[in-house]
């Protein structure tokens, strides 16, 4: 029972189905709107928007998002296991606001094909996302450390959402 409350009462085993179960839920959530083949007019719609030059292909984003998501599932699983304390819970909430924004950004930017709502809502996850960096490295350092890869691919995507916006509305 020590073993328990020093590692904020989750097993490895619980601790890993939690963190690994958060991030496939936002992955699997997010998918529902995205351009996927499954998703024939959203992909043509995201296809005729007007982009910047510095765009990524199409193939880079699920490759971005599989290491982003597993850092989170990782950074998660180390915070879960964390001897329990005010910055755990803290970094835990960051860290779960993120999967949240994350699964809800796809269903913004391409299920209601807001661009302008959709620039908003990738700036609240950038900036839920250095909560998490800084809260989660009081706690676990390699946890805060493995959240940068969010911050870096959100701050770039806030940078792309807002011109995809501001040349197509």
Do not use: C
Not at 94 to 108: P, Y
């Amino acid at each position: 029972m020590a073993s328990h409350a020093r590692t904020g009462g989750l097993s490895p085993l619980q601790a890993a189905a939690l963190a690994v179960g958060a991030v496939t839920a936002a992955l699997l959530i997010g998918r529902r709107a995205s351009p996927t083949p499954d998703h024939p007019r959203t992909r043509r719609w995201y296809r005729h928007l007007s982009k910047p030059d510095y765009t990524p292909p199409s193939p880079v984003y699920p490759v971005a998002w599989t290491g982003i998501q597993a850092s989170l599932a990782y950074g998660g699983y180390r915070l879960l296991r964390a001897e329990g304390s005010p910055e755990r819970t803290t970094a835990l909430a960051f860290w779960a606001a993120n999967q949240i924004g994350i699964a809800g950004w796809s269903e913004v930017f391409f299920g209601q094909r807001s661009t302008g709502w959709a620039t908003v809502t990738s700036a609240a996850l950038g900036a839920s996302a250095v909560g998490y960096v800084a809260t989660a490295g009081q706690v676990d350092k390699t946890a805060g450390q493995l959240g940068i890869p969010l911050v870096a691919w959100v701050s770039f995507a806030t940078l792309l959402a807002e011109e995809i916006w501001r040349k197509n509305d």
